[in-house]
């Protein structure tokens, strides 16, 4: 099939489509903005927008990693308290805390006057709230230490979990601060600030804390916060290198409990932490100085969450639980 020739007026015909329309280009780049437009725009507020929805948050719970191998340097100076290793996956049970805007600028507030007023060169308070491209960051309660499973452990450790918890009967609640401390982690390789909780109603904390202990204690794990308690012979029996748990019926001795411990004290929320250490005498100068800053904050817990390497699975709390024999508050 032969080519088929195009005329130069044609040609000519192209070239001035072109240039007309560079020249309205650059026409509308040199005119002021319109006052219509820039109205509608000012208008605008990141106020306006709906708040994104929890899940969302849980899809990028962790950092990618950027290396295979334990590094320091990659985690502002961070130890890792138990050391990688292929094949076992990091777990925790918490509850997740996204601050307020107004709740976000009095702890920063806060941890900005701490380092002008007490802390010094290294030691230094770091800010949990926010990441190093100063993104908002979840602060959270712990229920659990940090855990490792087997791969095969995973989803039963999830429905071990939600196998307490619907025992435990807890409804979405209120927990409200109630002061400051200055604890170490369990290494003592940090030193955090924390925020102090005030016991909740129905005591729904320590029975939260109590679901998760168990489900420690039935995959031979260690316990956060409470005494040591004897197992029963049920979670001797099937809790030293469990791989598959299976509940069973109300029945069960794990079923029957009808108590849990008080460790009020030792719930708290992290929002910085530091290297250094402090003496026993300025942790309870900041204590009496600075815990009015924030004695206004509460948070609402609506979940719990289990974070099992990348993967996080949120449990909510039942509005409408009936008690029908769940466990007796101390």
Same mark, same amino acid.
């Given at each position: 099939m032969p080519l088929v020739n195009y005329s130069d007026s044609e040609d000519s015909e192209h070239e001035e489509t072109r240039r007309n329309e560079v020249e309205e280009i650059q026409a509308i780049g040199k005119s002021p903005p319109r006052k219509d437009l820039k109205r509608k725009c000012s208008g605008n507020s990141t106020n306006d927008l709906p708040p994104l929805p929890d899940a969302f948050h849980d899809l990028y719970a962790s950092n990618s990693r950027v290396s295979t191998q334990d590094d320091p340097t990659l985690? *502002?100076?961070?130890?890792? *308290?138990?050391?990688?290793?292929?094949?076992?996956? &990091? !777990?925790?049970? +918490?509850?997740?805390? +996204?601050?307020?805007?107004?709740? !976000?600028?009095?702890?920063?507030?806060?941890? %900005?006057?701490?380092n002008d007023e007490v802390f010094d060169g290294d030691a230094k308070l770091q800010s949990l709230l926010q990441?190093?491209?100063?993104?908002?960051? &979840?602060?959270?309660? @712990?229920? !659990?230490?940090?855990?490792?499973?087997?791969t095969d452990e995973r989803q039963p450790f999830v429905d071990t979990f939600k196998h307490f918890l619907d025992k435990s009967t807890?409804? &979405?609640?209120?927990?409200?601060?109630?002061?400051?401390?200055?604890?170490?982690n369990?290494?003592?390789?940090?030193?955090?600030? #924390?925020?102090?909780l005030a016991r909740t109603a129905e005591n729904a904390l320590n029975t939260l804390l109590w679901a998760s202990n168990e489900t420690a204690k039935a995959f031979g794990k260690p316990t956060i916060y409470v005494k040591p308690e004897i197992e029963s012979a049920e979670v001797r029996q099937r809790g030293r290198g469990i791989r598959g748990f299976r509940p069973r019926g109300r029945s069960s001795a794990m079923s029957r409990v009808t108590g849990v411990q008080d460790c009020t004290a030792s719930f708290h929320v992290s929002v910085a932490w530091s290297h250094g250490s402090l003496s026993d %005498? #300025?942790?309870?100068?900041?204590? @009496?100085? +600075? @815990?009015?800053?924030?004695?206004?904050? @509460?948070? !609402?817990?609506?979940? #719990?969450? #289990?974070?099992?390497?990348n993967a996080v699975t949120s449990l909510p709390l039942s509005a409408n639980v009936i008690d029908t024999g769940g466990i007796i508050g101390v």
């Open positions: 985690h *502002g100076g961070r130890q890792r *308290g138990t050391p990688h290793v292929d094949g076992q996956w &990091p !777990s925790h049970i +918490y509850i997740e805390w +996204y601050p307020t805007t107004a709740e !976000s600028s009095k702890l920063a507030t806060l941890i %900005d006057k701490l990441s190093e491209l100063g993104a908002e960051l &979840p602060l959270h309660i @712990s229920l !659990s230490r940090s855990l490792m499973l087997l807890v409804r &979405p609640f209120e927990v409200h601060v109630s002061g400051l401390q200055w604890v170490a369990y290494e003592k390789t940090r030193c955090f600030l #924390v925020l102090q %005498d #300025v942790g309870a100068g900041i204590r @009496s100085k +600075y @815990s009015a800053d924030i004695e206004e904050l @509460s948070l !609402s817990v609506k979940a #719990v969450k #289990v974070k099992i390497g």
